[in-house]
C-alpha cells in the first residue's frame, strides 16, 4: 500500500504562483514514477506532469515553461511549482504514484483545489 498526502492548493491571481508537494508513505520502494494530474468540473482527468525514477519528465503542452516537476528522494516527496498561473489552470490536483511490482499500480492521493482567479 501508498499513502499519498498532497498540500499547498488554494486560491492564488492570475500570473500568480503555487507550490504543490506530495508526500508518499507505505510501501514506497517499488514507486517507479510519481506524477500530478489535475480534473476540472465535467473534464477528463490530464496529466500534468510526471517524472521518472531515473530522472526523466514529461509535461503536459498547456503547462510546458510554465511548472516544474521536482522530486526530493530523501523525503519520498515531488513538487509542482506552478508558475503564471492562468484561470484555465483551475481545478483539483491529484498526485499519482505508480508501482510496478508485483504488479502495475496506481495509487492517488485526496487531491488539492487550485483556483486560479481575481
Known amino acids: 500500500q501508498v499513502q499519498l498526502v498532497e498540500s499547498g492548493g488554494g486560491l492564488v491571481q492570475p500570473g500568480g504562483s503555487l507550490r504543490l508537494s506530495c508526500a508518499a508513505s507505505?510501501?514506497?520502494?517499488?514507486?517507479?514514477?510519481m506524477g500530478w494530474y489535475r480534473q476540472a468540473p465535467g473534464k477528463q482527468r490530464e496529466l500534468v506532469a510526471r517524472?521518472?525514477?531515473?530522472?526523466?519528465?514529461n509535461y503536459a503542452d498547456s503547462v510546458k515553461g510554465r511548472f516544474t516537476i521536482s522530486r526530493d528522494n530523501a523525503k519520498n516527496t515531488v513538487y509542482l511549482q506552478m508558475n503564471s498561473l492562468k484561470p484555465e489552470d483551475t481545478a483539483v490536483y491529484y498526485c499519482?504514484?505508480?508501482?510496478?511490482?508485483?504488479?502495475?499500480?496506481?495509487?492517488w492521493g485526496q487531491g488539492t483545489q487550485v483556483t486560479v482567479s481575481s
Open positions: 499519482n504514484a505508480q508501482v510496478v511490482f508485483p504488479s502495475i499500480t496506481n495509487y
Open positions: 507505505g510501501s514506497i520502494f517499488n514507486i517507479n514514477s
Open positions: 517524472i521518472f525514477s531515473g530522472g526523466s519528465t
